[in-house]
């Protein structure tokens, strides 16, 4: 049978499938479970511990510098608080902001370094927190909660690849290969993201959030989590992406 005159025979007249949309909220499984074991955490903690139980898990699992003093005999829990401070926080408003920043930094990274790689950056990222954190307050008694040492690391991780975002393979990931030092210097939008941000922790970690807010931010962690994720993330990148 003839076709009409006038009307083509190709498919290229047929209306093409749309590009599948990315999920709003398409998290890695390695960003879930972080984000579901500081949750669960702070959950038990508010909802099930009694003050004093409570007490006795800030003691061992947050970071407190004068552990480490001399003063006190050295226990397991000294080996451990370097890592299990960041699961800990210091209230709802802490734990959702950090959640969020998570969600935001820690998405694409995962995606990009694989799952496993981004369970020890996150790791490493907050021991360096806590690293700095003990240099500069080697007799503090104040303890050190909160994931947002590694998120800083994850921030310093973004700033390399200048927040560039691939979302072709359908999941958001940071595109191209970490930038060396002298294009980030040359980087007008990172550079001025990092002093943005420099400016902020100083300022809030100084001043405190809010007046007469006792609480303050660890801007001593946020920078030694931000220089580990900054000057350390090439270790943390696949071959195959490191030689392309």
Sequence with gaps: MNEPEGVASTDETRPRPAPPREPLFNLPAAVVGVMALCVGIHLVRTYFLT?????????RAAFVPIRYSGQYEIDVWAFTSPFTYALLHGGFAHLIINMVWLAAFGSPLENRIGATRFIVFFAVTGLAAAGLFYVIHPDGQSPLVGASGSISGMMGAAARFAFRIDRSAGKAA??????????????????????????????????????????QIAWEAHIGGFAAGFFGLRLFEKRAQQAG
């Design 51 to 59: 003050p004093d139980q409570d007490y006795d898990v800030l003691v």
């Design 174 to 215: 940071f595109a191209g290969r970490p930038l060396p030092m002298r294009d980030v210097l040359r980087s007008r939008g990172t550079m001025t993201f990092l002093a943005v941000w420099m400016v902020v922790n100083l300022a809030t970690g100084l001043i405190g959030l809010a007046p007469g807010d006792e609480s």
